[in-house]
């Protein structure tokens, strides 16, 4: 069977004529000339989960070790070998390199079996980043590694925790129970769907999209094109958010087998050996594939450092909400009394948790039961609002709105932008040079972790609310909610923005930003 994202070699080489493909595939001197080359394998490997074994696959460096350390000034220069028996592509998230060196089904050609591909670039800035398979569902096997990238020594001890939703179930049989059913049993019989949901809370006023409160719609095209009209399944001119009042949101598509933490759940949770009283960067990623988490540091509290990889003013406190592909980093001092502390990943709307331990030596261990005693809540915009961005953008008019509807419904699960899967999408049209501002209005009841390949972005709003947020390239947009970014197209080539639920992005959840 064709996979949903594979196109043809005339496809690509028609793509390549109108983008940076054509120059080189994008490639930087100083980059390709600054270190050696390092070298990166896909394969399969076997795991433990819940007592049974697990063939999942993983990417690992010379040394077998899991992910990629790199330094910024050295610059990104990686050879990638798919020792698998099937295609793949492998996509560099929260990097912002050339197009033809992105990874995504637009900009490269899949990797054959065997065969390997050279990727070079400049690393402007250090942050957590992460790779993971951009072919398929592949993603959803545990494709995906850590992509660290530092700015000279570190300045004290980092732990990377990389957050993984599992099912033994094969993921195309799971996206065809979806499909048939919208609402079924999914997973081995461990595991039962929970369609679990959540009251809106209160209601949301002037989100009508005639009447939304501190947005000036003059001028904003909907989906690049003058004049906005309304697609099937949209209703554009009496959706208020205060209906959100007498309806609940759908938290969670898929009940999972297990949730893992660094490819282990709590009834073997990873031990970190650590200092009392040192400081420690915790690097966390939610790399799930459908899961957001709540991120958990019990009696202590940390401090925010960085959102997807890009600084933020510091931030304090003990519990943050990270969505589907969210990174953060949070700097936590440990007890001066040798106590150790567990740092949980708890999934939205569930008891169901994950986690590792930090614990100095001769620490007292206890067990930590993977049910939490209560359900959490769903995980919103409530950080979101609270932070901001230490390097912002410049200070520059916009000049291009555009307006993009989040759309779909679990009982059809066809998901979609502006009414439209990705095999039939409009691209949003830009201009090298452009201060692009788009709005993204979720018309579902389901949230939806939108990136950006290419680009990283600042939310400049939420609900109507102007702020002056964190840079990210993956941001939150809750059931029935908005949620304003500006970027400055920079980067030419024509770039995926899709639902990072990798369910809802093979449903259709997907677009392009397409350099003109």
């Known amino acids: 069977m064709r996979d949903q994202y594979a196109f043809d070699r005339r496809q690509f080489l028609t793509l390549a004529g109108s983008t940076t493909l054509a120059a080189g595939l994008g490639f930087s001197p100083a980059a390709r000339a600054a270190t050696p080359r390092q070298s990166l394998t896909v394969g399969t490997r076997t795991i433990e989960v819940n007592g049974k074994a697990a063939t999942v696959f993983g990417i690992t460096d010379t040394n077998g070790r899991s992910g990629l350390i790199l330094d910024a000034a050295g610059g990104f220069n990686v050879s990638l070998t798919n020792a698998t028996d099937v295609a793949t592509i492998m996509h560099w998230h929260g990097l912002t390199p050339p197009f033809g060196m992105d990874g995504n089904p637009l900009s490269q050609q899949p990797i054959a079996p065997g065969a390997s591909m050279a990727y070079s670039f400049d690393l402007p800035r250090g942050g957590t980043n992460w790779m993971h398979s951009h072919f398929g569902l592949q993603e959803t096997q545990l494709m995906a590694a850590s ?44 595991a039962a769907m929970d369609m679990g949901t959540a009251g809106s809370g209160s209601a949301m006023p002037g989100m009508a999209m005639g009447g939304m409160a501190g947005m000036d719609h003059s001028g904003m095209t909907m989906n690049g094109n003058d004049g906005a009209t309304a697609t099937p399944g949209m209703n554009m001119g009496g959706m208020a958010m205060g209906a959100m009042d007498n309806m609940d949101m759908d938290l969670n598509d898929i009940t999972f087998d297990a949730y893992l933490a660094n490819d282990r759940t709590l009834t073997d949770p990873e031990i970190v050996g650590v200092d009392k009283g040192d400081t420690v960067l915790l690097r966390i990623i939610n790399g799930a594939a459908s899961t957001n988490f709540w991120i958990d540091l019990g009696q202590i509290e940390g401090t925010v450092k960085a959102v997807d990889g890009m600084p933020v003013q510091p931030l304090r406190g003990s519990r943050f909400g990270l969505a589907i592909a969210q990174r953060i980093d949070i700097e936590v001092t440990m007890p001066t009394d040798g106590a150790a502390v567990p740092v949980l990943a708890q999934r939205e709307g569930d008891i169901a948790r994950t986690g590792i331990v930090l614990a100095p030596s001769g620490a007292t261990v206890t067990k930590i039961a993977a049910a939490a005693d209560t359900k959490s809540a769903p995980v919103l915009l409530e950080l979101e609002r609270q932070l901001v961005a230490a390097s912002p953008l410049s200070a520059k008019p916009v000049t291009l709105q555009i307006m993009a509807m989040l759309t779909g419904d ?105 350099y003109i």
């Open 410 to 514: 679990m009982q059809t699960y066809v998901w979609g932008i502006d009414g439209r899967t990705f095999d039939n999408r409009q691209p949003l049209e830009v201009s090298l040079g452009d201060r692009v501002e788009i709005t993204m209005h979720n018309m579902t009841m389901m949230s939806h972790p939108m990136h950006l390949h290419g680009h990283h972005f600042q939310v400049v709003g939420i609900d109507g609310q102007k702020i002056s947020g964190a840079m990210r390239d993956t941001v939150l947009v809750p059931a029935m909610g908005m949620v304003t970014i500006q970027f400055d197209a920079d980067n030419p080539g024509e770039w995926p923005l899709h639902c990072h639920n990798l369910y809802h992005m093979a449903a259709g959840m997907m677009t392009t930003v397409k």
């Open 147 to 190: 992509l660290i990238v530092r700015e000279g020594e570190p300045q004290m001890q980092e732990v990377v925790v990389l957050l993984h939703d599992f099912s033994f179930t094969p993921p195309e049989e799971i996206l065809a129970t979806l499909k048939g059913k919208g609402t079924a049993v999914v997973g081995s019989g461990t």
